[in-house]
């Protein structure tokens, strides 16, 4: 087996363990390039069917493109697609910065999701090199009722041995990407064919290395047309894939404490 093919294994080892374990369970799709290649893996893990629901917690702020591309996939693939909208900005927590408030819609989003829908668990397609505190997260991350996230008391997951029973009233993130990188991501999506959206690839001298709202995402200078040219690109890059992420250059607490309120 090759790198690309142990990824692989381990990503579909988590989804059925997950889905053999945890009753009730969705995935959240953004839209963006690592979650397609979730939703990619987890129609390899079940042949082809995607067992559980998939769901967009929709801010109404994405670009067109992205909507277009769900829109298409999710008939294309035959999912069961499920699509809830955000609370406007106005009753999230005023005292965070202008783009965290922005990207807390989605938390409030997600909290009301879950109790209407009244999931047990959620796949998250996150990755560990994408962002400091990302690292801190396992496979299988135990949260609140209400998905609050103390990174401080997590399972020890040694070996790929994961804790998969929790109390009641423990809601459940899975993360079947987490031990991906970025190139990683770019390679298996080349290798495999996965359709992706334009705005990963330069127009103009600019592209985006990382998908979000419209108003809160901005592009990277990029030549790069092509899979194989953003490989490359990466190879030797300094730029942080989260650089185009306003959130990212606010004060340096917001997306910790987004994250410990049960932003995605």
Request: hydrophobic share 35%; net charge negative; with cysteine.
């Amino acid at each position: 087996m090759n790198h690309l093919d142990e990824l692989e294994a381990q990503s579909i080892y988590i989804f059925r363990e997950a889905f053999n374990r945890i009753d009730n369970i969705a995935m959240l799709w953004s839209l963006g390039k690592d979650s397609n290649v979730m939703l990619w893996l987890a129609r390899k893990a079940f042949f082809g069917h995607v067992p559980f629901p998939v769901m967009h917690v929709d801010t109404g702020k994405k670009f067109k493109e992205m909507y277009e591309f769900r829109d298409r996939y999710a008939s294309e693939w035959k999912l069961n697609f499920i699509r809830e909208e955000c609370p406007p900005v106005d009753q999230t927590d005023e005292t965070l910065p202008p783009a965290a408030r922005s990207a807390a819609r989605k938390t409030l989003g997600l909290k009301a999701a879950i109790e209407k829908h009244k999931f047990n668990a959620l796949f998250a397609g996150i990755r560990r090199d994408e962002e400091a505190l990302r690292a801190k997260e396992r496979v299988f991350s135990p949260r609140g009722e209400t998905g609050q996230w103390d990174y401080r008391d997590q399972p020890p997951e040694f070996w790929d041995q994961y804790k998969t029973d929790f109390p009641p009233g423990v809601h459940i993130r899975v993360h079947p990407l987490l031990h991906w990188t970025e190139i990683d991501i770019w390679r298996y999506s080349a290798r495999e064919g996965i359709p992706l959206i334009s705005l990963y690839f330069s127009k103009n001298g600019k592209r985006y290395r990382s998908l979000g709202d419209e108003d809160i995402t901005f592009p990277v200078d990029s030549d790069a047309t092509t899979v194989e040219e953003i490989i490359e690109e990466l190879m030797t890059t300094k730029v942080s894939e989260r650089s185009g992420r306003a959130m990212d250059h606010e004060a340096e607490d917001s997306f910790e404490r987004l994250r410990a309120e049960g932003y995605m």
